[in-house]
């Protein structure tokens, strides 16, 4: 693995561990078992590093989640999967990630707005267009306000003041948002084959 890669990768673990801001070019440089100079010579700053894993993360995210999608067999269980996916990447993600990156990397911030404004949107709005066509999700939705606020509760699972990091993880908040989302925007088909991939059983 190039120098490059390897800082970019041990960054990544150090940032989604520890958080941003708290990582510094010498805990970089000490988790390698590099000199600084050599770090330097790779990356003029932090911000470099930053900008370059944001990059590298969204990039192999598109992938993963394109794949996703591709392999369900409705709408459903489309959204079920790539929720089921979130979490696992949520799982090891530190909560002050989308604070660190909006408040001291506004650049690696724009690149992250741009990709959640851009195909977060879409691939919710195709969602929500293929449940409509498929009879799962109600006919006559506002799927252009509705994909937005979908796209708007990723980053208020992470909001530290709405829900503290010591009480809702997460990972917990986001599964929450999604099924509540599904069931609101689910037809009575939908709703049974949610139930169904759930392996829920209640009384109709």
């Known amino acids: 693995m190039e120098i490059k890669d390897r800082i970019i990768t041990r960054a990544a673990a150090l940032f989604m561990r520890n958080g941003i801001k708290s990582v510094s070019m010498d805990d970089v440089a000490a988790d390698l078992g590099m000199s600084k100079k050599t770090l330097y010579k790779t990356f003029t700053n932090k911000d470099d590093i930053v900008l370059a894993v944001i990059s590298g993360h969204l990039c192999q995210a598109q992938g993963e989640c394109s794949r996703v999608a591709s392999h369900a067999a409705d709408a459903v269980e489309e959204m079920l999967t790539i929720s089921a996916w979130a979490d696992q990447q949520f799982t090891n993600i530190h909560p002050s990630i989308f604070h660190d990156l909006r408040k001291y990397y506004p650049t690696a911030w724009a690149l992250f707005s741009e990709h959640k404004g851009t195909f977060i949107l879409d691939q919710i709005t195709q969602n929500l267009r293929r449940g409509i066509a498929e009879g799962l999700f109600r006919t006559g939705l506002d799927v252009e306000v ?6 708007a509760q990723i980053e208020l699972a992470f909001d530290p003041d709405l829900y503290p990091p010591t009480q809702f993880a997460p990972v917990r908040v986001n599964k929450v948002f999604d099924e ?23 009384e109709e």
């Open 146 to 151: 509705l994909a937005r606020l979908n796209l």
């Open 180 to 202: 509540h989302f599904l069931l609101g925007v689910a037809t009575l088909k939908g709703h049974r084959l949610f139930n169904k991939y759930q392996h829920i059983t209640e």
